[in-house]
T-cell receptor
Framework: GQQLNQSPQSMFIQEGEDVSMNCTSS?????WLWYKQDPGEGPVLLIA?????ELTSNGRLTAQFGITRKDSFLNISASIPSDVGIYFC?????????FGSGTKLNVKP | EAGVAQSPRYKIIEKRQSVAFWCNPI?????LYWYQQILGQGPKLLIQ????????DSQLPKDRFSAERLKGVDSTLKIQPAKLEDSAVYLC?????????FGSGTRLTVV
């Protein structure tokens, strides 16, 4: 299957700091999605990217679809304690979604 | 808009027992997915339905897992018999276009 490499695996940051995480693949994807998963819940869609080079914001979140269509990054500005969770990237190809292994974010108040 | 409903939320069974999970997708969503998420990993697709037809079940361990989506709405996923390595969260998702909506999942523990 098509693999997505997500990094870092985990992050420990101070409240108020900015965060950056990314996702790379050897395969080209037509769509990139970023999800957040809270403990005991299913993933919730944060941002969807449909075009190479697209930069999209959702509040304090900004994500970009790489020009090569093989990567994407997610930035969170001015982190707050409720940003804690696991962030997953997902790439869409051939009518399927493929998920990265997640970035676990910890925010210290 | 109501979300994707899944039940039960938690299930503990002994190995070799059977278990079934239920999913009710968002109304009007033709595509329904079952994912298995092992602790510390991203979700892995088990089966994808389009209405009541199977689009992709290549990753479904068919010797013990089965799924159906009668009338193109609700779906059930069954494991029979369960193994220890089936302990995971089973997520159901439905979609209209590109964005999935996930349910809260069923956490299965096989002991």
């Amino acid at each position: 299957g098509q693999q997505l490499n997500q990094s870092p695996q985990s992050m420990f940051i101070q409240e108020g700091e900015d965060v950056s995480m990314n996702c790379t693949s050897s395969s080209i994807f037509n769509t990139w999605l970023w999800y957040k998963q809270d403990p005991g819940e299913g993933p919730v869609l944060l941002i969807a990217l449909y075009k190479a080079g697209e930069l999209t914001s959702n509040g304090r979140l900004t994500a970009q679809f790489g020009i090569t269509r093989k990567d994407s990054f997610l930035n969170i500005s001015a982190s707050i304690p409720s940003d804690v969770g696991i962030y997953f990237c997902a790439g869409f190809n051939f009518n399927k979604f493929y998920f990265g292994s997640g970035t676990k974010l910890n925010v210290k108040p | 808009e109501a979300g994707v409903a899944q039940s039960p939320r938690y299930k503990i069974i002994e190995k070799r027992q059977s278990v079934a999970f239920w999913c009710n997708p968002i109304s009007g969503h033709a595509t329904l997915y079952w994912y298995q998420q092992i602790l510390g990993q991203g979700p892995k697709l088990l089966i994808q339905f389009q209405n009541n037809g199977v689009v992709d079940d290549s990753q479904l361990p068919k010797d013990r897992f089965s799924a159906e989506r009668l009338k193109g709405v609700d779906s059930t996923l069954k494991i029979q018999p369960a193994k220890l390595e089936d302990s995971a969260v089973y997520l159901c998702a439905s979609s209209l276009d590109y964005g999935y909506t996930f349910g809260s999942g069923t956490r299965l523990t096989v002991v």
